[in-house]
């Protein structure tokens, strides 16, 4: 027996469970070569990495299609699908391909969907007031979505960065240095409140404000929305993997000026007890869901908050994570497919219950 034949045998992925005969004969040490040099050793883990079948029975972490919610971006207008330079495979979508997207997406098994609209730039200004209209693109949307797919899991951002000039996630004081608190939140709570009367499954506060989520909790109960849960961003960091996005939504600075500077309310990339604070705060405070962002750079925390809730925990592979992958690849330094399931895999088996990708679609259609 050649020793491809002997490692393939009992091969689960290929229905060879019938194997087993043929791997009886599978000489107890196959591998060794004439010499004189043997460990005594008692324990031998390769034993279990032997063949296909014996590496599957003991495989801890699966990645299926349920895990997945796929960010997608939406525009105005009918025009054709206008991809994001920094992402290949991503689209900015009108609202009819946006949901021929969400029928094949949920024709692979991807459950969920995130929304992120590219806001039209004479619609934005410093109080983010098309945040709150009752007619605008998100909103918009997700009714059509929730009409066209009804059984179509939908979640929507709550920040006001897609709908402000400077492109914040909050309102600016006089100064326009400092993103208030308060004012912001009260906000973000109208916009939740809005977004349930569309029909979302989840809002999703992305903004970082504190006690915004008690405040939304408060304010969709008092609306009669006691059904719309909340998804957290509970860890956000003030993150470098942010920029392809920020390109795609369009709240980037103008070239040639400094980058968005959002460490006055997103987490210092060097704190893990803070994150764990965040997200115990989030918990405190009524999320059904909470989320740790990015999700690579970020395995820890994703652990520590699995040690210490029993609330689901999403994690968002982050427009960054996606490009640098893509980047590699196109330079032929890694390997596409492999590469993006591994990394989805360490997700998931850091402690993720659901994970946001970009990848979703393409993943979902080997799984
Ligand atoms: C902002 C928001 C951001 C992302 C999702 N919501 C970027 C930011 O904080 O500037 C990033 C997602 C990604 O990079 O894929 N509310």
């Not at 008692?42 to 990645?63: D, F, H, K, V, W």
């Not at 997608?72 to 207008?77: H, I, P, Q, R, S």
Request: proline share 5%.
């Amino acid at each position: 027996m050649s020793p491809e034949q002997i490692f393939n045998c009992g091969d689960l992925e290929n229905g060879a469970l019938s194997g087993f005969a043929f791997c009886e004969s599978i000489p107890l040490f196959s591998d060794r070569m004439e010499t004189e040099f043997e460990l005594n050793l008692q324990r031998r883990p390769r034993r279990l990495r032997r063949s296909a079948g014996i590496r599957n029975m003991i495989q801890e972490t699966t990645l299926g299609a349920n895990d997945l919610i796929a960010p997608l971006f939406v525009k105005e207008g009918e025009g054709e699908p206008e991809p994001v330079e920094s992402m290949p495979g991503v689209f900015r979508h009108n609202l009819s391909d946006l949901v021929r997207e969400c029928e094949e997406l949920l024709k692979l098994g991807v459950p969920a969907v995130a929304l992120f609209p590219q806001v039209d730039p004479s619609l934005k200004n410093d109080q983010a007031s098309e945040a709150t209209q009752e007619n605008n693109l998100v909103l918009r949307t997700v009714r059509k979505l929730k009409e066209a797919l009804p059984e179509l899991i939908v979640i929507t951002d709550v920040a006001l960065d897609p709908y402000t000039t400077h492109g914040h996630d909050g309102l600016l004081d006089e100064s326009g240095q400092i993103i208030l608190n308060d004012p912001t939140v009260e906000v973000l709570c109208r916009m939740a409140q809005q977004q349930a009367e569309s029909g979302v499954d989840l809002v999703a506060p992305s903004d970082m404000m504190d006690g915004r989520v008690g405040a939304m909790r408060e304010a969709l109960d008092e609306s009669g929305f006691t059904e719309t849960g909340i998804m957290a961003y509970s860890a956000k960091f003030a993150s470098a993997y942010y920029g392809p996005f920020r390109e795609a939504v369009g709240s980037a600075k103008a070239a040639g000026t400094p980058g968005l500077d959002k460490k006055t309310y997103q987490l210092n990339p060097a704190n893990r007890n803070e994150a764990s604070m965040e997200a115990q705060l989030d918990v405190l405070e009524g999320a059904d869901i909470v989320m740790v962002k990015p999700a690579g750079p970020y395995l820890d925390i994703i652990r520590d908050l699995r040690n210490n809730t029993e609330l689901p925990i999403a994690a968002y592979q982050v427009s960054g994570e996606y490009a640098q992958i893509h980047a590699a690849a196109q330079l032929g330094w890694l390997d596409l497919e492999k590469t993006r399931d591994e990394s989805l895999l360490g997700i998931k088996r850091a402690g993720a219950d659901m994970i946001l990708t970009y990848f979703a679609k393409d993943i979902a259609k080997t799984l």
